[in-house]
Every structure is written in structure tokens, then in C-alpha cells.
């Protein structure tokens, strides 16, 4: 019998709880961030964290989805099928929470079956409305941003850029960065992170 065969019912759930909110938290998250995104009430998102419960496949996978990572990402030695490309045609991105979700960012996610690690993380970003407080981020890793629509100025560290149709910005993701305003909406734009080669859970 293997070791993922040898896994109880209890201990399978401890596992996914576990992983969920380390999920959640790596991305400095809310429940009530997850609950909303993958439509789970939050009492039911704790007690799944906390492994108190049995949940459907379904709820899982909106988890999953929640959280930006593929349902095969929450199981332990699960084996994603396939090492070649993947193709995620138009209208097919994941929608996942992220920080500036609250401040009304809406997060595609280009790129999802990498399993539990992540090496990269491609984002289409779309903001359509001025809702500050803006977020700041700090992550491990190179951030690249390439702009496709509107006008953003972008703050790192102690310097704004700003951003239009075609500029590119390059930089380290440890040094605080975020929207320092928005020029003019809607605004959309590829954000793509490389983490380092440890990885980034």
C-alpha cells in the first residue's frame, strides 16, 4: 500500500485544511476573501480549514479556483498530467481573489496547472473604476508588467512610473509597489511574476 493509499479519511481532510490556508494565506488573504470568490459561507471555509469537515469536490475545486491553483493542487503527490503546454483560450482564464480585489481589481489568471509550487504566476489585470485605498504588494520573486490599455501611474519603492499602452516595467517584487493612481480607466495590463527558485507556495 502506498502512502497516499495509507491516508485516512481524517487525515486527508487535516491535509487539504492545512493547504487552503497556507494557500490563502501566501496570498495574504481573508476567508471572507475566499468564501465570497468561491461562493462557500466562511463558517464552512473555516471549519474546512481546521480539517472539521467533509466537503464536496465541487466546493473544492471553487476553492481551488479561488486560490488560483488547479484542483489537483490541493491533493498531497498528485501528479498534474501533461508537461507540455497548456493552452487556455479566450473567455477561459481563471477570475481568482487577490488583494486588490477588495479595492476592485478584477485577477485573470493565464496559467493554473503547475501544481502545490509555483514558478511563475501570469495575470491579465483589469481596473475599471477609481476605488482607493489602493494595495500595496511585497512578494519574493521579478515582477514584469506590460500595459494594454488606459494609464496608470505605479509606485516602487520611492518611484511612480507611468504607465501607458506598450511600456513595460521591470522589478523587484520585495520592494513595495501598487497603483499609485489611476490616470484613466479602464485600465488593463499583464502582470507576471517569476518566483525564485525554491519556489513560492
Known amino acids: 500500500m502506498s502512502a497516499q493509499e495509507s491516508v485516512t479519511e481524517g487525515e486527508l481532510e487535516r491535509y487539504l485544511g492545512n493547504t487552503i490556508r497556507e494557500l490563502r494565506r ?11 470568490k468561491a461562493d462557500i459561507s466562511r463558517g464552512m471555509l473555516s471549519r474546512i480549514e481546521n480539517g472539521q469537515t467533509a466537503t464536496s469536490l465541487d466546493a473544492l ?11 489537483s493542487a490541493l491533493f498531497k503527490n498528485y ?9 487556455i483560450k479566450a473567455g477561459e482564464s481563471m477570475e481568482v481573489a ?4 477588495r479595492a476592485g481589481h478584477i485577477y485573470n489568471l493565464l496559467s493554473y496547472h503547475q501544481g502545490p509550487t509555483k514558478r511563475f504566476e501570469p495575470f491579465l489585470i483589469t481596473i ?5 485605498p489602493y494595495p500595496v504588494f511585497e512578494h519574493p520573486g521579478t515582477e514584469f508588467i506590460y500595459m494594454l490599455e488606459g494609464c496608470i501611474e505605479y509606485r516602487h519603492g520611492k518611484t511612480v512610473y507611468e504607465l501607458r499602452p506598450g511600456d513595460a516595467l521591470t522589478f ?28 513560492h507556495e
Open 26 to 36: 501566501a496570498h495574504g488573504l481573508t476567508i471572507a476573501d475566499i468564501s465570497e
Open 61 to 71: 475545486s471553487r476553492i481551488a479556483r479561488a486560490l488560483g491553483v488547479s484542483l
Open 79 to 87: 501528479q498534474t498530467e501533461g508537461e507540455g503546454a497548456q493552452l
Open 98 to 101: 487577490r488583494r486588490g480585489t
Open 128 to 132: 475599471d473604476q477609481d476605488q482607493p
Open 172 to 199: 523587484d517584487g520585495n520592494v513595495p509597489h501598487g497603483p499609485e493612481k489611476l490616470v484613466e480607466v479602464p485600465i488593463r495590463f499583464l502582470s507576471i511574476t517569476i518566483y525564485p527558485e525554491q519556489g
